[in-house]
């Protein structure tokens, strides 16, 4: 057999000072679309040791107490303990909001060229992707890395005397064999955990082995052909971590969120932002669209772009890679879909539901590959067969 490919992909915790400012970000979002789901919002958060910066603009008919949200958010995360160096309870929160712009406002509301449709509320370009690797059509490294997190946070969070801490990472690396481009066998796996003083590299070691890495990996028993290679807490001590020892800022975590960069990323972050925004609307839309070609048969591997003017509604352009795994030509693909799905702002939102507060789960554990999210739905695969 010829010698496997490698690919790698990584995950962090929600306790990753990343993460959780991508989570504020967006339990405020959730917040204000709970009064105002017309609301517009754009917020960015900054964190840093007991300073949370909270920025944008907004417009709205609700109202939000930021600062309480900002806390409770730090606090359900598992920030409580001043000893971490971070906690909700003392964190100073600054607030800087301001009103959203009125020409932005004017091609979103009314459309550019006075279409009276609702336009996007930015130019841009927006991939989704979806391959037949996983159940969830996802690319095998991310769905293990981004599982690896959800159960660390899972055990940290039932089981607080084993000393674990919220700062977290994975990294999983997979080959692939060269001729047909499937995953063949997991070939290395990563993991570093914050943890409390008290205990040893192996101490740390040895949960997370037991009860995070085994776990997991026995539902992906099929891709275990050789003996994997770990690294858990390769540096040997991990105490210090989230805001204390890394700033975090919203938005630069785009491929953690996204495919593990399996697949291309337009380059806009998705948390803090309201559906408005196609940086967001559209990317879950080109994922939707993504899985809806692979369950109809039409690709086994498929990335979709969309690219879009502000003020416009419909898109400039809708572009199909299938990298050679088709069974009907790209160009039939882009036809079908462009007829058969409602691409403007508007339609995009109706179709995925997206004016209900539920944006504080998509910035953990990636935005992709989760049930309980519409765009990860495949009920429209028949309309391109």
Same mark, same amino acid.
């Given at each position: 057999?010829?010698?496997?490919?490698? $690919?790698?992909?990584?995950?962090?915790? @929600?306790?990753?000072?990343?993460?959780?400012?991508?989570?504020?970000?967006? /339990?405020?979002? %959730?917040?204000?679309?709970?009064?105002?789901?017309?609301?517009?919002?754009?917020?960015?958060?900054?964190?840093?040791?007991?300073?949370?910066?909270?920025?944008?603009?907004?417009?709205?008919?609700?109202?939000?107490?930021?600062?309480?949200?900002?806390?409770?958010?730090?606090?359900?995360?598992?920030?409580?303990?001043?000893?971490?160096?971070?906690?909700?309870?003392?964190?100073?929160?600054?607030?800087?909001?301001?009103?959203?712009?009125? %020409?932005?406002?004017?091609?979103?509301?009314?459309?550019?060229?006075?279409?009276?449709?609702?336009?996007?509320?930015?130019?841009?370009?927006?991939?989704? $992707?979806?391959?037949?690797?996983?159940?969830?059509?996802?690319?095998?490294?991310?769905?293990?890395?981004?599982?690896?997190?959800?159960?660390?946070?899972?055990?940290?969070?039932?089981?607080?005397?084993?000393?674990?801490?919220?700062?977290?990472?994975?990294?999983?690396?997979?080959?692939?064999?060269?001729?047909?481009?499937?995953?063949?066998?997991?070939?290395?796996?990563?993991?570093?955990?914050?943890?409390?003083?008290?205990?040893?590299?192996?101490?740390?070691?040895?949960? =997370?082995?037991?009860? =995070?890495?085994?776990?997991?990996?026995?539902?992906?028993?099929?891709?275990?052909?050789?003996?994997?290679?770990?690294?858990?807490?390769?540096?040997?001590?991990?105490?210090?971590?989230?805001?204390?020892?890394?700033?975090?800022?919203?938005?630069?975590?785009?491929?953690?969120?996204?495919?593990?960069?399996?697949?291309?990323?337009?380059?806009?972050?998705? /948390?803090?932002?309201?559906?408005?925004?196609?940086?967001?609307?559209?990317?879950?839309?080109?994922?939707?669209?993504?899985?809806?070609?692979?369950?109809?048969?039409?690709?086994?591997?498929?990335?979709?772009?969309?690219?879009?003017?502000?003020?416009?509604?419909?898109?400039? /352009?809708?572009?199909?890679?299938?990298?050679?795994?088709?069974?009907?030509?790209?160009?039939?693909?882009?036809?079908?879909?462009?007829?058969?799905?409602?691409?403007?702002?508007?339609?995009?939102?109706? @179709?995925? %539901?997206?004016?209900?507060?539920?944006?504080?789960?998509?910035?953990?554990?990636?935005?992709?590959?989760?049930?309980?999210?519409?765009?990860?739905?495949?009920?429209?695969?028949?309309?391109?067969?």
């Amino acid at each position: 057999m010829s010698e496997l490919l490698l $690919f790698t992909s990584e995950s962090v915790s @929600e306790g990753h000072p990343d993460k959780l400012a991508d989570q504020i970000s967006d /339990s405020i979002l %959730d917040e204000l679309l709970r009064q105002d789901p017309q609301a517009r919002v754009a917020i960015e958060t900054l964190l840093t040791r007991g300073l949370a910066v909270i920025a944008g603009e907004v417009s709205t008919r609700g109202y939000v107490e930021i600062a309480d949200v900002v806390r409770e958010r730090i606090n359900e995360v598992g920030y409580t303990d001043t000893q971490l160096g971070f906690d909700g309870n003392t964190t100073g929160v600054l607030v800087a909001i301001q009103k959203q712009s009125v %020409d932005i406002a004017v091609g979103v509301d009314a459309g550019a060229k006075g279409d009276k449709d609702q336009g996007a509320g930015d130019q841009g370009m927006m991939f989704g $992707f979806a391959c037949d690797e996983t159940e969830s059509l996802m690319p095998l490294p991310i769905t293990i890395a981004h599982a690896l997190m959800a159960r660390y946070t899972a055990v940290r969070k039932s089981n607080p005397a084993l000393g674990l801490r919220p700062d977290a990472k994975s990294q999983v690396t997979v080959g692939y064999d060269p001729t047909s481009g499937q995953p063949k066998s997991i070939d290395t796996v990563v993991l570093s955990a914050q943890h409390a003083p008290a205990l040893n590299r192996a101490d740390v070691e040895k949960i =997370v082995q037991e009860r =995070v890495i085994g776990p997991v990996l026995a539902e992906y028993d099929k891709f275990i052909q050789s003996d994997i290679v770990f690294h858990i807490n390769p540096t040997g001590i991990f105490t210090i971590g989230g805001p204390q020892a890394d700033t975090g800022v919203t938005g630069r975590k785009i491929i953690v969120d996204t495919y593990g960069g399996y697949a291309r990323h337009g380059g806009g972050a998705f /948390s803090g932002k309201d559906p408005s925004k196609v940086d967001r609307s559209a990317a879950y839309a080109a994922r939707f669209i993504a899985k809806q070609v692979v369950a109809a048969g039409l690709a086994k591997k498929v990335e979709i772009q969309l690219a879009y003017a502000i003020g416009v509604s419909a898109p400039v /352009s809708v572009f199909v890679e299938t990298f050679g795994t088709h069974t009907i030509a790209p160009s039939e693909i882009s036809k079908r879909i462009r007829q058969n799905f409602d691409l403007s702002p508007r339609g995009i939102i109706a @179709e995925l %539901d997206l004016l209900k507060p539920q944006y504080v789960q998509t910035a953990k554990n990636g935005h992709f590959g989760h049930p309980e999210f519409a765009w990860e739905k495949t009920n429209k695969a028949a309309l391109l067969s």
